[in-house]
């Protein structure tokens, strides 16, 4: 599924109506009639419908909409809620069909009788400003969004919810809160933004017939179920656990020997055919009681953290993973440094292995091999030297930027996962819930992607599907036998099972 901004939306719109032939009016049309679609099967037949319409496309898609359901029996009252004179483009036309049909229109002539018609209805469709929202909210717009926010019944926002930017990065706005949003096309950036989101309610997208081979598709995407079940590498009969890569975990520390114990175990469950620890000596034996299957390499330790240089050759690995429960201690800036130059693989680094990292761009940059960093925004924040709430305004920008500038592959966690190549490229994965807040899930994910990059294939795709594997396994767990308020961390690694069963 596609993630556009309104710029990338409009030029979508000119392919289908320039190059396909597909004019305007007929796009509008099929938006109208796919999102009656939608709110019809969500409402019973005795619901009283409030459709707010404004004066550019989206009222146009709301003009459709009121006759759509008027024609299906509904009890719909249509609102124009722009004068007359700014109705423009194919919405005139929309309008005309709409009072050809025999219908009748309110106007805003009299604010009682709109607010006496909203505390009426069951369902206000809000159709009244899409993605040609520009500024703060105008009147009367300003004082419809106010009104309808304080409304009971159910809002459903056609597109995006009026007030509501298409892009990211505007703090302030003032928008509906709809529990529905019926997206058209395409989801537009805000749908997935942290302080944009909770606008948008549940999403449903519709397809709407536009041209999809002639579109430009925007390397920026959701990461769904069916991307997956195409990319994630089969498990051949004829193989052995050298096909299926050979993994090294660096970190742990004596006050954290959980945090490497479930990312070695998580990464085992995952595929990963032969997984080395290399940890602190007294911390081997917490580690290797919970994971049986992985082999060790005492490194060199002071107080329970591992110190100095690794001794040992570290040629022959297909991927490695550093700072999970490593620790902040100034030593392992060292570390993570002499990781970097000398692991000939990809390398993961997350947790306590990204704290001294900003020192080391340069060599991140420099390194021939991919780097994978996988920060939540605190983490992200600190990289970059910005508060938290500025990056996640605009998360795709951040990401892309940096994740281009230094050549890494960068996973920014959250309940909107961002996933971004040192090309830019980037994906999303929604996967997941809040049974996943919880101290240790990190880890988890950690070894979740690199048990993928092991498998081999593209280290976009794979951690694409670590990421979606992960999510997907709390939501199985929360469905069935877990609340999101027990789910541990040690949880999802046993339910990796479970979700893997789901791709076979
Ligand atoms: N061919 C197309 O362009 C299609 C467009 N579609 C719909 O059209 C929408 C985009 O249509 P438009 O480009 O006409 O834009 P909108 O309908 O989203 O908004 C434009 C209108 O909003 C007013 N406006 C802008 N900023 C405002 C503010 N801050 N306060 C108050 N009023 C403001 C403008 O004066 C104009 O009347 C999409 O979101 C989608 O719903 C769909 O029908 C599919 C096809
Ligand atoms: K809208």
């Known amino acids: 599924m596609d993630i556009v901004t309104a710029q990338e939306m409009y030029e979508w719109d000119q392919v289908a109506i320039k190059s396909a032939g597909i004019e305007g ?34 009222g146009g898609d709301g003009f459709v909409i009121a006759r759509t359901l008027l024609n299906r029996g509904y009890e719909v009252e249509a609102w ?34 709109l607010t006496q018609s909203l505390e009426k209805a069951d369902v206000i469709v809000d159709a009244m400003l899409g993605i040609g929202a520009k500024g703060p909210l105008r009147s009367p717009f300003n004082e419809i969004v106010e009104l309808v926010n304080k409304q009971n019944s ?32 395409a989801l537009k950036m805000s749908a997935v933004v942290q302080h944009t989101r909770p606008f948008y309610g549940e999403i449903e997208m519709v397809e709407i017939g536009l041209p999809v081979r002639k579109l430009r598709h925007p390397e920026r995407l959701v990461w769904q179920r069916h991307d997956v079940k195409r990319s994630l590498p089969e498990r051949m009969t004829n193989s052995h656990k050298g096909s299926h890569g050979k993994g090294l975990m660096v970190g742990g520390s004596d006050l954290m020997p959980g945090s490497i114990a479930m990312s070695a175990k998580a990464a085992l469950r995952s595929g990963a055919g032969l997984l080395t620890v290399a940890t602190a000596k007294e911390v081997i034996p917490s580690v290797s009681s919970y994971v049986q299957e992985a082999t060790f390499l005492a490194m060199s330790e002071t107080a329970g953290k591992i110190t100095g240089h690794i001794k040992d050759d570290l040629q022959g690995f297909d991927a490695a993973a550093v700072g999970m429960g490593l620790g902040r201690h100034p030593e392992a800036q060292e570390l993570i440094e002499e990781l970097l130059e000398q692991i000939e693989a990809p390398l993961l680094i997350d ?39 500025t990056i ?39 996967t997941g819930n809040a049974g996943l807040a919880k101290g240790g899930t990190g880890d988890v994910l950690s070894g979740i992607l690199l048990a993928m990059v092991l498998q081999g294939g593209s280290i976009l795709d794979g951690i ?13 767990l929360t469905d069935e036998q877990h609340a999101m308020r027990d789910l541990l961390a040690t949880d999802v690694v046993e339910g990796l099972s479970q979700t893997f069963r789901t791709f076979s």
């Open 25 to 58: 009016k007929i796009l509008m049309e099929s938006a109208g009639r796919a999102a009656a679609d939608v709110i019809e099967r969500r409402i019973p037949e005795h619901h009283k419908v409030v459709v707010l319409i404004g004066a550019g496309n989206n």
């Open 351 to 389: 947790a306590d292995g990204l704290f001294h990292l900003k020192e080391l761009f340069d060599k991140v940059a420099q390194r021939p091999y991919p780097t994978i960093l996988t920060p939540h925004p605190g983490e992200f924040a600190r990289l970059l030297g910005k508060p938290i709430k």
């Open 154 to 185: 159910c809002r459903i926002a056609v597109d995006l919810p009026t007030g509501v930017p298409a892009d990211e990065g505007i703090e302030e706005f003032d928008g509906v809160r709809a529990d529905l949003t019926v997206v058209i096309a």
């Open 464 to 476: 694409s599907n670590g990421c979606f594997i992960h999510g997907t396994t709390a939501e199985l």
């Open 80 to 113: 124009q809620v722009a004068a007359d004179e700014k109705i423009s483009g194919d919405a005139i036309v929309h309008k005309e069909i709409f009072l050809a049909s025999g219908y009748s229109l309110f106007q805003l002539n009299d604010w009682d009788a």
């Open 392 to 430: 996640m305004q605009s998360p795709f920008a951040y990401c892309r930027s940096f994740a281009c500038k230094h050549r890494v592959y960068l996973v920014l966690k959250g309940p909107a996962t961002i996933i971004t190549s040192p090309e830019g490229k980037q994906r999303v994965d929604l």
